[in-house]
């Protein structure tokens, strides 16, 4: 069955810097999603994209944080300099969008963690 | 807010058992979908029922639905040991899903 991966499983990472999660969704999917799960927090909704533009973000989701599809196959979620309160697990999700009423399909989910 | 509120919080059977779980939302909706969650792992998709439907059977899990009273059910039959996770309900009228705290299940062998 057709997965959603992502890469890496685990990231760690100074306080200020940089970090590209990498996401391969489902490879008919349309619709693709960031979610984070603080440690033993409930799982959050950061932003969803369709058509290669955001098409919804929560408050979560400020000016640090981007998304891009570069390819046909990516889908990746950038913080531009990261501060100790974005460590968590980040997952992404894909959805089938050709036809309504379809689950999202998440991956395993990178753990990320500031220093 | 979509966000569904899942009930019991924990739930503690033995193998063999079954296990209810139950949610309830407040907003109008054109499904809801159960999540399972292993410790550490992603979400796994379990089960979808649309807004019209009533109830829905996949293996071991029933899942029912009363849009007049904004609840659901899940139902795990003949529980094992593997079953042991958290599951979440996610009441959905757009594609956004917004999770709540979940049930955690613990299924002794």
């Known amino acids: 069955e057709p997965e959603v991966t992502q890469t890496p499983s685990h990231q760690v990472t100074q306080m200020g810097q940089e970090v590209i999660l990498r996401c391969v969704p489902i490879?008919?999917?349309?619709?693709f999603y960031w979610y984070r799960q603080i440690l033993g927090q409930k799982v959050e909704f950061l932003v969803s994209?369709?058509?290669?533009?955001?098409?919804?973000k929560s408050e979560i989701f400020d000016d640090q944080f981007s998304v891009e599809r570069p390819d046909g196959s990516n889908f990746t979620l950038k913080i531009r300099s990261t501060k100790l309160e974005d460590s968590a697990m980040y997952f992404c999700?894909?959805?089938?969008?050709?036809?309504?009423?379809?689950?999202?399909?998440f991956g395993d989910g990178t753990r990320l963690s500031i220093l | 807010s979509q966000q569904g509120e899942e009930d019991p919080q924990a739930l503690s059977i033995q193998e063999g058992e079954n296990a209810t779980m139950n949610c309830s939302y407040k907003?109008?909706?054109?499904?809801l979908q159960w999540y399972r969650q292993n410790s550490g792992r992603g979400l796994v998709h379990l089960i979808l029922?649309?807004?019209?439907?009533r109830e829905k059977h996949s293996g071991r899990l029933r899942v029912t639905l009363d849009t007049s009273k904004k609840s659901s059910s899940l139902l795990i039959t003949a529980s094992r040991a593997a079953d042991t996770a958290s599951y979440f309900c996610?009441?959905?009228?757009?594609?956004?899903?917004?999770f709540g705290k979940g049930t955690m299940l613990l299924v002794s062998p």
């Open positions: 999700a894909s959805r089938d969008g050709q036809l309504s009423n379809q689950p999202q399909h």
């Open positions: 490879s008919n999917h349309l619709y």
């Open positions: 994209f369709y058509n290669n533009e955001i098409s919804e």
């Open positions: 907003t109008s909706i054109n499904n």
């Open positions: 029922i649309r807004s019209n439907e």
């Open positions: 996610a009441p959905a009228r757009y594609s956004t899903l917004t």
